[in-house]
């Protein structure tokens, strides 16, 4: 699948918390429903052959909407499964390596917390950064927060566009107008919603007014 920077818009990241597989494929399809543009798969404990089946299952839902699939943090279950790409963070796989082991047209995002590892990121052969935790975050306690300001230095330090991460909802995304970002990357927000499809509908349109015309 070919990257576009509006692939970013309303960027969809999976917690599954304790749902069952069902479950979780539904939330899933919601989300997707809902306009999510694209959706990363997170699975921080799973075994790699158990990852790589769910990868594939949740492959073919976003293959039913058009959706790009990220694979977090694992570069061989990614290429392993067939999904889009892979999102890695600073300790993880270096972005060089996995660009000269990928398919051409592969997908690779790395996290940028600094603007020498969002300057490093694209010259390595990322395709977007990922920049936070803007927000406090419910799904990762300790994340290093960054400011608004630091954020709009980062954008606009590279060419690649940024999606900011870290505790954004509804209430406080238009914090962000402005500083640069072509995308909107969310967990609690979407997966936390009691009614997922509305919940992302609504991220959608405030993302389309926050992110970077």
């Known amino acids: 699948m070919m990257f576009t920077k509006e692939m970013l818009l309303l960027y969809g990241i999976t917690d599954r918390g304790n749902e069952d597989e069902g479950v979780f494929y539904n939330q899933i399809e919601a989300a997707l429903k809902g306009g999510a543009t694209l959706l990363q798969l997170r699975e921080k404990n799973m075994p790699y052959e158990d990852f ?45 390596e996995i660009r000269e082991k990928s398919p051409e047209g592969f997908i690779i995002g790395a ?19 990922g920049v936070g935790a803007v927000f406090p975050s419910p799904t990762k306690k300790n994340a290093i927060r960054i400011t608004g300001e630091q954020l709009r ?22 914090e962000l107008t402005g500083c640069g970002m072509e995308g909107i990357a969310v967990v609690s927000a979407i ?19 926050t992110v970077r015309k």
């Open 52 to 96: 790589v089946k769910e990868a594939i299952r949740v492959k073919e839902i976003c293959n039913r909407y058009n959706v790009p699939l990220i694979i977090n943090d694992n570069p061989e279950v990614a290429l392993k499964s067939g999904a889009d790409g892979v999102h890695v963070g600073i300790d993880d796989t270096p972005v060089r």
């Open 111 to 129: 996290t940028a917390k600094t603007l020498q590892q969002a300057i490093e990121a694209e010259k390595a052969g990322a395709d977007y950064i």
């Open 153 to 174: 230095e980062i954008c606009e330090a590279v060419s690649i566009p940024a999606v900011a991460i870290g505790g954004i909802t509804l209430e406080n995304m238009s």
């Open 191 to 209: 997966f936390g919603a009691e009614d997922i499809v509305k919940a992302t509908e609504l991220l959608k349109e405030k993302a389309r007014k």
